[in-house]
């Protein structure tokens, strides 16, 4: 097959994988009302051939935008109270992908893609990091199994012409130690993953005596899905590694619904979704200006799982005015689920404001590893500090308590207390499987399948053992004194 063959035209000039996709996605970009509509309508069409919305919109039409408010919502318990073939509305010839979401709160839910379903989303990833293509570095460390993001990168990069780095954060070989040893020699422009690893890898590093703004001058950006970072999250990383952050909010079910500009703000895809925010009690739509609402999102177009109305259960905040990026969508604040709301006697607190609340103070001392701990008291947070007697305690609860009006009571711990420090830099060893050993040599003797697989005490030292002892019975007593007295 050549370029010629497949429309794409641009010769030589192309990536390699180019060839393999029609490379029309941006034909299909919604933008202007009449598209927006034709593409609903196609949407609603589409899903009638998945079982679980043929009854559910039979004899419903949507002759305009406003009808998709009649259409009946797609709750996270229909997904999870049906098999994942009552959301697939395309002949099962034409599915590419099947992923399912991490399932951290109860079940599963499916995500099926087909070619065409792959192929829009991998233009939402191009434009966010459409700076990587020839000659930069991409390093993935998204999880291969089981979330889409993954995939969607690695395409990504292929068609954009950048070098790849498979190294999922999920896997036994590839720990925070060959991370950091490929950053530097494979000098690395950019690096995907979930947000805690510039944590982790800076922590690791710390440990090793390295310290990150220097160590890495290739690196240019970290781009992250999984979890909303708050400014001041995003402001403390690129604080510790002199790059800048980027950030991802979607899920495998309904796709990348936002990416951060360069200022910073998440931009709803509103060429590839409908987008609504709906009261939380009453689940009607919200006017413009409403503070604080529920996103539901309709996909605009996906062939093998359409969305009617999906139902996230996120909170979130519309920025006021324009963002001077001169981006034509909507900026949002994510501020978590709506059952992840913290209520404590009057007061509701969402993770968002806690942790940007918590990260204001803490970065004032370089720090963001910090661990929220509710009892019927208040809050209780842990926050680890350099130098931890320069950093008071009493201030701090001051602080957070008249900023999150609650009872909060913060404790300053050295460095190594929230994050174990041993399991940063002990990884086992992950072998090729075999079904010799050569006891007669001095090589490594195993006696069955399984210890030829994997060493799992390869890096562990005495040293390592007697820390990890001692951090169990710290953890044991600080555990019961929280109990008692937290
Ligand atoms: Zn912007």
Redesign the pocket.
Known sequence: MTDSDTGNGGGDTLPPARKYFSGTAGDRLAWDDAARLDRLQYTVDQARGAPVYKDRLQGLKVHTLEDLASLPFTFKSDLKGHPAEAFLACPKEKVWHFHESFGTTGSPVPGWYSLDDIEVEIDVIDRWLAEFGPGKVVMNRYPYAFPVPAQLVETAVRLMGGTLIPTSNMTYNVGFMRVLRLLEQRSVNVVTGMPLEAILLKETALQLGMNVRDAFPSLEAFAFAGRILTPSWKGSMEDDWGCTVRNLYGCTEGGPFATS?E?G?L?LHEQFFVFEIVDPETRQPLLEDAPVGTLVATTLGREAQPMIRYYTDDLVRVRPGP???G?PTR?IEVLGRAGDLIKFGSTEVTNFDLEEEILQWTREFQSNVFFVIITSRGFLVRVEAREPGKVSASEGSRRLTDRLGVPVRVEVLPRGQLINHVSLVTSPAVFKPRTVSDHRVEKRKVINLSGGLIDWWAEVTVKHVLQLMVKGVRDFFAGWRIRLFG
Do not use: I, K, L
């Open positions: 500009c200022h703000h931009h963002c001077p990026c981006s900026a």
